[in-house]
């Protein structure tokens, strides 16, 4: 062709020649006229010009190191921008990512708050000393009672893994309304121990819980631990564990439990995951009212007090033995927040 070429012969007439010598075998008309067009320009080499070729479909050790380098460098990088990184397709690093790392897509995980690293020791202490007292003390977490606060609403969607259903290819989809929780709601306070629940109260509706309450709260308290659990009110063995709400933290609130000897289990601030009540028991009985509307306020009330006193002895024992893994959890992760990184529920 490149003869061609030199004697001036078109693209058409080189065609044609090829033709003639090579019959059937002959590089097709495109093709003719693609390399008469490039001798004409002066190119000599007629090899194809290098191209990205197709992302490779075979998993090899190359591979892995860089989707684990990639992933690491940057956790927010989805299945695509990764096979694009390392040139590959997309099932081979949902593979490696699956199975050689043991890797799965989450969601953030909402906090109260981001702990600053002394709050972190703070609760890594903390933890330490309960679990030397119970190490030192085998019932230890017999002689706890544990005081909290949740609200409870009228009506509460049911979440979305409560609306999951089954469904056949034929059958439709089923739909829910997006509804938000009421206005109206009541607050519990919630007091129990290992054995059972000791009390169960509501807060008048437009009532503040400031320390005035909360002193009144601690009165009725002492009188329902004389009448359930007359042991321990005699020995004096029982110990307090509360949150850090402002009233639990006024002096007079203090005053008052030095005054009548309750000794208080220290908190660490804004640690939901340590307390038996926001990760346990309160999950458990929200749950069974989800989906449900009640009218008036009092009937939610109702129900709730009915749930919570069918708590089981097991359920308040599993309820105090998660909250002993729950510290020793922390306590290895150096005073880090553990809600929702094990099952506890």
């Keep these: 062709m490149k003869f061609c070429v030199k004697l001036g012969k078109s693209a058409t007439e080189s065609y044609d020649l090829l033709k003639k010598v090579y019959g059937d075998e002959c590089l097709s008309r495109n093709q003719v006229f693609e390399w008469f067009k490039g001798f004409k320009e002066g190119i000599e080499e007629i090899r ?20 684990g380098e990639t992933v690491r460098r940057n956790r927010r990088l989805s299945i695509r921008a990764v096979a694009e990184i390392i040139n590959t397709d997309k099932e081979t690093v949902r593979q490696i990512l699956r199975y050689n790392f043991n890797m799965k897509i989450v969601c953030s995980k909402m906090v109260p ?50 609306s999951m259903h089954w469904k056949s290819p034929s059958s439709p989809r089923q739909k829910r309304e997006r509804q938000s929780k009421s206005k109206f709601k009541a607050l519990m306070t919630f007091l ?19 320390q005035v309450y909360y002193k009144e709260f601690m009165t009725n308290l002492r009188d ?7 042991e321990m009110w005699k020995n004096g063995s029982w110990v307090l564990h509360q949150d850090n709400a402002p009233a639990h933290n006024a002096l007079s609130v203090k005053v008052f439990l030095t005054k009548h000897k309750i000794i208080v289990l220290e908190h660490p601030p804004y640690s939901p995951d340590l307390a038996p009540c926001d990760f346990f028991l309160f999950v458990k009985i929200k749950s069974a009212l989800k989906g449900n509307s009640f009218e008036p306020v009092d009937s939610v009330k109702a129900k709730a007090t009915e749930l919570m006193e069918k708590l089981s002895e097991d359920d ?25 990184d094990i099952s506890v529920v």
Excluded at 319 to 340: A, H, N, T
Aim: proline share 7%; charged share 35%; aromatic share 8%.
């Design 48 to 67: 194809d010009d290098q191209r990205p070729s197709r992302p490779s479909t075979s998993k090899t050790d190359a591979d892995i190191e860089k989707a």
């Design 113 to 162: 708050r981001l702990p600053t690293p002394e709050q972190k020791e703070i609760r890594m202490n903390i933890c330490v000393d309960i679990l030397q007292n119970i190490e030192n003390d085998p019932n230890f977490l017999e002689n706890v009672i544990t005081c909290d606060k949740s609200w409870f609403s009228q009506y509460d969607p049911e979440s979305k893994r409560q």
């Design 192 to 210: 129990s121990d290992i054995r059972g629940i000791v009390h169960v109260d509501w807060v008048p509706e437009g009532q503040t819980v400031n």
């Design 224 to 230: 329902r631990m004389r009448r359930k659990r007359p």
């Design 316 to 340: 308040l024992q599993h309820s105090f033995q998660q909250w002993k893994i729950c510290r020793e959890w922390c306590r290895d992760r150096g005073g880090e927040y553990i809600e929702g």
